[in-house]
Structure formats: structure tokens, C-alpha cells
T-cell receptor, first 113, second 113 residues
Framework: EAQVTQNPRYLITVTGKKLTVTCSQN?????MSWYRQDPGLGLRQIYY???????DKGDVPEGYKVSRKEKRNFPLILESPSPNQTSLYFC????????????FGPGTRLTVT | KQEVTQIPAALSVPEGENLVLNCSFT??????LQWFRQDPGKGLTSLLL?????REQTSGRLNASLDKSSGRSTLYIAASQPGDSATYLC????????????FGPGTRLSVLP
């Protein structure tokens, strides 16, 4: 089944403890991205990647890191999480350039205390 | 900077009604516009993708139109059902702002049996 998977789905952690949220797609998509969704602010893009080893900042990149060493994986890294990073995170992928449809993962609900 | 708005913010209708959801964007320079559905606590499901050169797309009871020059899109849902209850999001892919997708805040739809 073609899909985008994220792990973990739920995570509660403490301020400053490094964490990684994994994202994987099995559709051979070139483009992958991370979003966060907050009440009243909607979905905002954190980082995106056009292909392996190519990443770029979205609208809200501060406090996050990403890497794209393989085409299928695009992990989101929070080196020192803070409470304002408590949010619902989504990974998405699309086949390639600007014309293609986006497919979303199921989301990861992160709480930082 | 591209901004996307959606009206109404929430809508409640009896089962069987036809309804229209609205999406507006400030800059007509877009590659495409995509409509999504989001169920509570779940990820986003793609409904329709309209390329900038297209006027409308149809899938089952759903029809989406695009008027790029006026910065508007509508999502028409025919013969609504309780299972259509969800939040509907539109997103545009701007030509002028890198690869970022810009989402609207969503319309929360309730279809009453």
C-alpha cells in the first residue's frame, strides 16, 4: 500500500531532551516536507527536501533540523525541544515538481513539558 | 506573501443538502491548488488537485473550481452525508515563494443526520 508513515504517533518529552520523529514513504517520491499544525495558526511548513541531500527551510524552521540521506526517509530532529514546540506534526511527500499532489502521513502529536 | 483564507470557518447542514466551501488566496501566481479533508486526530486526505491551467476537477460527489484571476476556489459537495463531517483545508503552491505550500485555516463541516 502506497503510504507515508510517521513514528512515533504520540510523544511526551521534557524540555531539552533531544528527539527524532521519523518519516518514510514507499512511493519513490522526490519531494518531502514537514509541517506543524497549531490551533488558530493552521498548517505551517517547517522544512522541505527536493531530493536526496537537498533540504531547505520553510516558514518556521527555528529549533528544527532535518536530513535526507535516503530518498524514502526524512527525519525531523529537535535537538533541544521547548514547550512552544508542542504541536501536531505532519510529514508529506509528492512525486516531484510543483505540479504534483501531496500525500500526508498520519501525524505525530508531540507534547514538551 | 501569499495568504489563504477560508469561509465559513464552520458550517452545519442537514443530511442531503448541497453545499459550497470557499477558499481565497491573495496572489494568483500559483502552480496548483489542492483540497484536503482532515478527520479529528487524523492526517490529511487529498480530495482534489487543480492545476493552474484548469478550471475544475470532479471526483464523485465533489467538484472543485478554480478562478485564478480572482484568487478563488470553491469546493462543492453534493447530497451531503454524515460521513462528510470533517475539516476541509485548501492549500496553494505559490510560484513566487520557493517550494512552500500555503494552507488555509480550514472549514469545519458538520452534516447532521
Amino acid at each position: 500500500e502506497a503510504q507515508v508513515t510517521q513514528n512515533p504517533r504520540y510523544l511526551i518529552t521534557v524540555t531539552g531532551k533531544k528527539l527524532t520523529v521519523t518519516c518514510s514513504q514507499n512511493m519513490n517520491h522526490e519531494y518531502m516536507s514537514w509541517y506543524r499544525q497549531d490551533p488558530g495558526l493552521g498548517l505551517r511548513q517547517i522544512y522541505y527536501s527536493m531530493n536526496v541531500e537537498v533540504t531547505d527551510k520553510g516558514d518556521v524552521p527555528e529549533g528544527y533540523k532535518v536530513s535526507r540521506k535516503e530518498k524514502r526517509n526524512f527525519p525531523l530532529i529537535l535537538e533541544s525541544p521547548s514547550p512552544n514546540q508542542t504541536s501536531l506534526y505532519f510529514c508529506a511527500s509528492s512525486l516531484g515538481g510543483a505540479s504534483y499532489e501531496q500525500y500526508f502521513g498520519p501525524g505525530t502529536r508531540l507534547t514538551v513539558t | 506573501k501569499q495568504e489563504v483564507t477560508q469561509i465559513p470557518a464552520a458550517l452545519s447542514v442537514p443530511e442531503g443538502e448541497n453545499l459550497v466551501l470557499n477558499c481565497s488566496f491573495t496572489d494568483s501566481a500559483i502552480y496548483n491548488l489542492q483540497w484536503f479533508r482532515q478527520d479529528p486526530g487524523k492526517g490529511l486526505t487529498s480530495l482534489l488537485l487543480i492545476q493552474s491551467s484548469q478550471r475544475e476537477q470532479t471526483s464523485g460527489r465533489l467538484n472543485a473550481s478554480l478562478d485564478k484571476s480572482s484568487g478563488r476556489s470553491t469546493l462543492y459537495i453534493a447530497a451531503s452525508q454524515p460521513g462528510d463531517s470533517a475539516t476541509y483545508l485548501c492549500a496553494v503552491r505559490p510560484r513566487n515563494y520557493g517550494q512552500n505550500f500555503v494552507f488555509g485555516p480550514g472549514t469545519r463541516l458538520s452534516v447532521l443526520p
